[in-house]
């Protein structure tokens, strides 16, 4: 399979999380994907999740269900272990729809709400770092 180029950042779209022109940052030192989660309540065996941030205009505040979910261990770049939940979805890259592994995390102060990581870039996607947009400029033309 030939590998797509991908910028160091882009905005994609997760229809089933209802979140469309997103930024996102490619992160090849992560190993999982991230996406921001402002508010995560587990309840009855499902988790409800709301994506909602002020500094990202395209996190709608819609409150999504999830009755499939794990939880993961996350090592942070300074060595600091996280237990996050994670959660299955689909992003769409170049027009194709990929489904992916997201851990969620509170990233209000963070320029871009979502990461995305070697585990989910493996196999599909190069990234050249002087290149954005690569995606979205794609679907706007």
């Known amino acids: 399979m030939k590998k797509k180029i991908i910028g160091r950042v882009d905005k994609v779209d997760f229809p089933n999380l209802d979140l469309f022109n997103i930024d996102v940052k490619i992160d090849t030192g992560a190993y999982t994907s991230a996406i921001h989660c402002s508010d995560i309540i587990e309840d009855n065996k499902k988790l409800k999740c709301t994506f909602y941030s002020e500094g990202h205009a395209n ?79 794609l679907k706007t033309q």
């Open 59 to 137: 996190f709608s505040g819609k409150e999504i269900i999830f009755e499939t979910f794990s939880r993961t261990n996350v090592k942070s770049s300074n060595g600091f272990k996280e237990n996050r939940y994670k959660i299955k979805s689909e992003v769409i890259f170049f027009g194709k729809t990929y489904k992916i592994n997201l851990t969620l995390s509170t990233r209000d102060d963070m320029k871009f709400p979502v990461l995305i990581g070697r585990q989910f870039l493996k196999n599909k996607f190069m990234v050249d770092v002087d290149k954005e947009n690569m995606s979205f400029n």
